[in-house]
C-alpha cells in the first residue's frame, strides 16, 4: 500500500473543504496545525483536547505514516 492510498482514511483533500487544504477526515482541521504544535513543543493531547473532532486514532496515524 502507498502513502497516498493510506492516509486516505484518515486525511481529505478537497477544493471544497478549506480550499484544498489537507484536513483530516470528517473535520475541518488541517493537518498543519496538528505538526505546528508538535513543533511549537505541545504534546498529541493539547492538540486533541483544542480540536475535539479529530480522533487519537487519526493523528496517531497520521503521524506514524509520515514518518516512514
Not at 493539547?46 to 503521524?63: A, C, G, H, M, R
Request: aromatic fraction near 10%.
Amino acid at each position: 500500500m502507498n502513502l497516498k492510498s493510506a492516509l486516505k482514511d484518515y486525511v481529505v483533500v478537497s477544493s471544497e473543504i478549506m480550499g484544498g487544504t489537507p484536513v483530516f477526515k470528517n473535520t475541518r482541521v488541517p493537518i498543519k496545525i496538528l505538526f505546528d504544535y508538535l513543533q511549537g513543543g505541545d504534546n498529541i493531547q493539547e492538540f486533541l483536547d483544542n480540536y475535539p473532532t479529530v480522533e487519537k486514532t487519526s493523528v496517531q496515524k497520521v503521524i506514524e505514516l509520515l514518518a516512514y
